[in-house]
């Protein structure tokens, strides 16, 4: 089973929204908080939101009110709603666990927000 496989991606306009989905594997989701992870080209992978196995979360300032992670425990699955999307918003999002992340990363899925 591949540990984390993330969807939901696209092309959005700018103040649009997208809901991404990380499907992990049980050992990963079951014992880990989780978080969600950027990259823009040329920049460094950034962590953009994570959330306890209890429901606890934390945001980057620069997503704070846009944002909202949340997970379900009986389906694996991590999820990142994301609103009022800004073009600095695009980027690769990969899931991964939380604060230090696995040596196995999914292949992200692409977000982009353009007009």
């Known amino acids: 089973q591949v540990p984390l496989v993330e969807s939901g991606g696209g092309l959005v306009q700018p103040g649009g929204s997208l809901r991404l989905s990380c499907a992990a594997s049980r050992s990963i989701f079951s014992i880990y908080a989780m978080g969600w992870y950027r990259q823009a080209p040329g920049k460094q992978r950034e962590l953009v939101a994570a959330?306890?196995?209890?429901?606890?979360?934390n945001y980057a300032d620069s997503v704070k009110g846009r944002f909202t992670i949340s997970r379900d425990n009986a389906k694996n699955t991590v999820y990142l709603q994301m609103n009022s999307l800004k073009p600095e918003d695009t980027a690769v999002y990969y899931c991964n666990k939380h604060p230090v992340p696995g040596a196995y990363w999914g292949q992200g899925t692409q977000v982009t927000v353009s007009s």
């Open positions: 959330i306890s196995v209890l429901g606890t979360t």
